[in-house]
């Protein structure tokens, strides 16, 4: 039998797995919402798609699961304070909206694409999946999109902020 396995280990290990640091994008029923995610990964070629593990207590859990796409926001590495704000729902008065159309998000201006899912105006790089497999897993389900619209820099896409450029941890 093998020894157990010591959980403050197994959290350090994880934890120096390498990721990038987004903002997850859903909306559904007239309800959005941004929130951090290092979860996040392309899983396929053909079709493109791309996953977000998504706690099943978050809100943009409920509302990717209803509004079938969800959005990831690459920020730019020096970006870092802009995760700390996602790391709550933003509360409805939050939102903010000009003719139906949501134009900012707790203080941040957000650009509606191909999905409705908001995507940072200040985003270097951005994909907006249209849901296509959802995977429950236990603490999380793995949300699974098809990319249907980008967006970023003409050239090289700038480098992007990763976990390791912030003192913050999540998983393990
Ligand atoms: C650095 C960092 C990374 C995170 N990564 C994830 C993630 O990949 N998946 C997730 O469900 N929550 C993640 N979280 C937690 C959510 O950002 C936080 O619980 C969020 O506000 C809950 O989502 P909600 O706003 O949709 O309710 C992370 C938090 C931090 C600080």
Redesign the pocket.
Known sequence: MSAPIDARLRRRVLWAMPSG?YVVGSAAGGRV?L??????VQVATEPTLVA????VA????RLVAAGGCFSLSFLAREDRAV?RR?????PEADVVAEGGRVVSVAGEPVELHATGAPVLARAVAWVDCALRHRLELGS?DVFVGEVVAVGGPDGDVLPVLR?ED?R????G
């Open positions: 640091l919402n929130m951090t995610a290092n979860l996040a977000v593990a998504i706690d978050a809100l943009t859990h995760v996602f790391v709550k729902p933003v999380h976990m912030t913050m941890h999540y998983g």
